[in-house]
Structures are given as C-alpha cells and as structure tokens.
C-alpha cells in the first residue's frame, strides 16, 4: 500500500517537475528571444550611434563651410559696395565728361555750320595730304640726292687728296715704295738709260732708282727726263761695279729714302768750297743732251737737296737747275763757277760750249 502512495507521490512529483520544466523550457526560449531583440536593438543603437556621429561631423563641417561662405559674401559685400560706391564717382565723372563732351560737339557743329559744305572742305583735306605725300616724296629725292651728292663730295676729296699725295712725292721726287719698271735701253758710255715707264707709271723727275739683277742691286740711277710712257735717268758715278754695266730687261725699284742730315751737318756741308768745273766740251753726240763723263757741272753741297740725299758722284749737276733733272751746261768761266741751267732741247743734241 505504501509503496503505492509513494508511487503516486513520485508520480506527482514527476508530473510537477516535467511542468516546471515546460514553464522553465518557454521562459528560456522567451530570454533568449528577448536577448537576441536586445542584441539587435543594440547594433541598430550603436549604428544609429554611428550615422548620428557622422551626421555631426559632416554638419560641423557644413557649418564651418557655411561661416567661410557667410565670411566670403560679406567680404564680396564690402568690395561690391566699395565698388559701387567708385561706379558711382566713375557714372559722376562720366555725366561730367558727358557734358563737356556735348559741349565741344556743340562748338564743333557751330564751326562746321560757319565753315559750309563739309564735302568741299574733305575734298580739300584730301588735297593737301596728296600735295603733303608729294613733298614728302620730293623731300625723300631730295635727301637720296643730297647723300649721293655727299658721296660724290667725299670720292672728289679722297681723290683730290691722293692727287695732292701724288703731286708732293712728284715735286720731292719720291717713286712709290712698290714701283717697279724695266730697262728699255742702256747707253752705259753715255751714262744714262731709258725706262719703260713714264709720269702714267709713277716715275717722278729727281727720283732715285735702284737697278737690281736678281736679288742684287747692280747699280742706283736718277731720273732726268720724264715723258708719258718713257723716262730717262742718269747712272749714278760709282753706284756701277768695275766691270758691271746696266743691260736692258734690268728691273728697276724705289730706292730706300735717306734719312734728312742734322741741321749742324748741312750748315758744315753749305760751308765746304765747291769743286771746280772739269773743262772741255760736252760732246754732241749724246741724241738727249747729255754731256760725257768729267764734263758735267760742279756738284752741289749736299744741303741742296731738302731730303738729305747725296749728290750725284763725278761732279753731277744739282737736282733743282732743271726741273727735269738735265744737267747744267759746263762752266763758261774759270774754275768754282757754276754754269747756268741748259736751255737746249733735252732730247736733242747738246749745244756746242760757247
């Protein structure tokens, strides 16, 4: 019987324990739905959290942009106002400059009104700048004839000064430095040769000349007689070798300038005596005049010559008798006395001594 009540009781008792085990099972089950909803609610919290967050920082910045922009219009608002404000005087300087303006316009249609037909007066402006470009043009002929005139000035001046240079060395008796001639023909008994060249070449009566062979000067010569393409020069005594003799094709050349002579040297070589005359005749039969070899006339100190230059050796004329360069007759007198200039023919034959 006992263990029949204590059935039951554990039967009660099982049946209790399995409905508390149901009631416990749907309370579980109800937890665990409430702590999902809570875990939910809590991410849909935290993400709502987060775009709240957001959405502060991006209004924060909306804000500081929109204090920039506020800052920016008020400071466009101050420069439009100031601006506006220099419109202002500009439209206040503008009515003025208007009126002045209509003012000189006012004036001008008076003018044009006293002045008459506007065509005629273009018509007339045209011709005057026509008749201006004319002169303009005139002026620019002029000015390109003047600079031609000027050019042609300057080449007669160059050329007038290279004839004064070529007159100088003429009167002085200076040959170019490069001039340079031949031998024609020698008459070396008679102590004189003809040159090539003439005054067209360059040759000068006075000049000095050497003769070269070669390399060598062979001999120094000194014009006399000067023609358009022929010249005529005098050996000089002893400037010739024992032995040498200038034969024709010889070259001719410039000979080197002396140096002048001191002041004290010429005044000793003015005061030296002169050399008596050789006597005897001249012989006649030299075709240009020129007396033979210990005939010719006293030499001439040696400050007769304003260059310094030597005189001739054997007794050679002085080079300013003749402008020529011929020879002086022999002395009609004694011994020291110099003969006057010749006045014969300087190509034909010598006259005889009187």
């Not at 420069?79 to 208007?98: F, G, Y």
């Not at 003809?194 to 070669?214: C, E, I, P, Q, T």
């Not at 005061?271 to 020129?290: C, E, I, M, Q, R």
Request: with cysteine.
């Amino acid at each position: 019987m006992a263990w029949k009540i204590l059935s039951a009781l554990a039967a009660v008792c099982l049946a209790g324990s399995a409905f508390f085990a149901w009631k416990n099972q749907e309370r579980l089950k109800n937890e665990r739905a409430r702590e999902e909803y809570t875990q939910k609610n809590l991410v849909s919290v935290q993400e709502h959290k987060k775009a709240a967050e957001e959405a502060k920082t991006k209004h924060a910045g909306d804000l500081a942009e929109a204090t920039k922009e506020i800052e920016k219009i008020k400071a466009e608002v101050t420069d439009t106002a100031a601006k506006a404000q220099e419109k202002e005087q500009e439209l206040a300087q503008v009515k003025i400059n208007l009126e002045g303006v209509a003012k000189v316009v006012k004036e001008l249609q008076g003018k044009i009104d006293e002045a008459g037909d506007i065509t005629k007066l273009m018509a007339t402006i045209k011709d005057l700048t026509n008749k201006k470009k004319e002169a303009e043009g005139a002026l620019a002929n002029q000015n390109q004839r003047f600079a031609s005139a000027q050019e042609n000035v300057k080449g007669l001046l160059d050329g007038v000064k290279s004839a004064e240079e070529r007159e100088a060395r003429g009167r002085k008796g200076i040959v170019e430095p490069d001039f340079t001639a031949s031998v024609s023909r020698s008459f070396n008994e008679w102590g004189f040769v003809v040159l090539s060249k003439g005054n067209g070449g360059g040759v000068f009566a006075n000049a000095d000349l050497d003769v070269k062979r070669g390399k060598e000067v062979i001999g120094k010569l000194k014009v006399r007689n000067v023609e358009q393409s022929t010249s005529v020069a005098d050996i000089v005594k002893g400037s010739l070798a024992e032995g040498t003799s200038i034969r024709p094709g010889d070259l001719v050349v410039a000979a080197p300038q002396a140096q002048p002579a001191p002041k004290t040297a010429a005044a000793g070589a003015a005061a030296a005596p002169v050399a008596p005359a050789a006597s005897g005749a001249p012989a006649a039969a030299d075709p240009f005049g020129a007396p033979p070899a210990g005939g010719m006339a006293p030499a001439a100190p040696a400050a007769s010559d304003p260059f310094g230059a030597a005189p001739p050796a054997g007794g050679m004329a002085p080079a300013a008798s003749d402008p020529f360069g011929a020879p002086a007759a022999p002395a009609a007198g004694g011994a020291g006395t110099p003969a006057a200039p010749s006045t014969a023919d300087p190509f034909g034959a010598a006259p005889p001594a009187k």
